[in-house]
């Protein structure tokens, strides 16, 4: 089969031909329905080489749903065709935080792995996974719309569900970024808490109407004025939790200046900017976080709003032989919500 593989450091990823893989004892393998192209990615395809045991190449694709296509010797609770999607970092199962569904906390973080970041991934015909505990069923979904709930939703449910507690009545969340990760935090934030001003901040005015379509109560272009308006909006005290999606000096300078006291500043985006934290600032007590991904029950419950119809994508779809373009776009900025590849149409 081919599969779309990243196969050295700062190329281009490529379309190879792989065999397809063979479920061992306890694996499944996938049929794929969709598999999203997401900005880590990018980031792993630009970075320099790491120093390190050689992990190249290996199929992209990290956030995947599809099909059961069979269960390996001893698999048991899945049946051929069923439609799944699958928990992206795999921990060893065995420790404290895997035993209640952490597993992108794994313990024994020399076992955390997650096909598509070093292992094979979703972008080809056939996937192969661990384990059936990180299937989750989809029921009524399509795996080609759904596959971004897996990452996309996942971590921004994730971001907004460890702070939903600051969320009350009059209490006011800012989203900096409103790109795919960013829709999905607005919709998420308008799911969960009803009561909270949303504010989207971007630099593009598409992406704001966007937002403003998904739940956002304000949209403001990016900077000083933004800062000056949610200031306002706020009586001069700032956002209780400020996400910031994208992660690059610029957007970290404004988390920090519009997080209020006691509020929460969560670090999603992978841009490596960075922000001081010391007596002066963020606001006393504010709490600097950069999560990484989810929890399992946190994908089961993220899957239930898609079920409710609470949460959509807006996805873009590309047959496998188009994985190249859709790279190219998401690079320049183009794609509105997720690039999702179809490596079987
Ligand atoms: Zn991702
Ligand atoms: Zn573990």
């Given amino acids: 089969m081919q599969a779309f593989q990243f196969v050295e450091a700062q190329k281009p990823a490529e379309l190879r031909e792989v065999p397809v893989p063979d479920p061992g004892p306890g694996e499944v393998l996938i049929k794929i329905g969709g598999s999203g192209a997401c900005h880590s990615d990018l980031h792993i395809l630009e970075a320099p080489p790491k120093p390190g045991p ?48 952490r597993e992108n906390y794994c313990q024994n973080p020399g076992n955390i792995k997650a096909g598509g970041l070093g292992s094979n991934g979703g972008m080809a015909p056939y996937f192969l996974v661990p384990s059936t505990r990180f299937l989750i069923p989809l029921g009524n979904l399509d795996p080609r719309e759904a596959a971004p709930l897996s990452d996309a939703a996942l971590t921004s449910y994730h971001a907004v569900k460890r702070s939903l507690h600051l969320l009350g009545a009059g209490s006011t969340a800012v989203v900096i970024g409103a790109g795919g990760l960013g829709q999905m935090a607005i919709q998420i934030l308008r ?60 957007t970290l300078k404004m988390a920090g200046q519009l997080a209020r006291v006691l509020g929460h500043l969560t670090i999603v985006g992978l841009g490596s900017g960075s922000v001081p934290v010391n007596f002066h600032g963020p606001a006393k007590e504010c709490s600097v ?57």
């Fill in 54 to 101: 050689k992990r190249a190449p290996f199929t992209l694709g990290h956030e995947n749903a599809g099909w059961v296509e069979k269960m390996g010797p001893g698999a048991t609770g899945f049946n051929k065709g069923d439609p799944v999607i699958v928990y992206g970092p795999w921990g060893c199962g065995l420790c404290m935080n895997c035993r209640v569904g």
């Fill in 191 to 250: 799911a969960l808490s009803g009561a909270t001003t949303i504010v989207a901040v971007d630099t593009s005015a598409d992406k704001l109407k966007i937002a403003k379509s998904m739940g956002a109560d304000e949209a403001l272009l990016s900077g000083d004025l933004a800062v000056t308006r949610i200031k306002d909006m706020t009586k001069g005290l700032g956002a209780e939790l400020v996400l910031d999606m994208v992660g690059v000096n610029p």
């Fill in 289 to 345: 976080a950069a999560p990484y991904w989810g929890y399992i029950p946190e994908l089961m419950e993220v899957v239930s709003l898609a079920q409710a119809g609470k949460i959509k994508m807006l996805v873009e779809h590309f047959p496998l032989e188009r994985a190249p373009e859709a790279y190219h776009l998401l690079h320049d900025g183009r794609i509105q919500g997720r690039a999702v590849i179809t490596p079987n149409g």
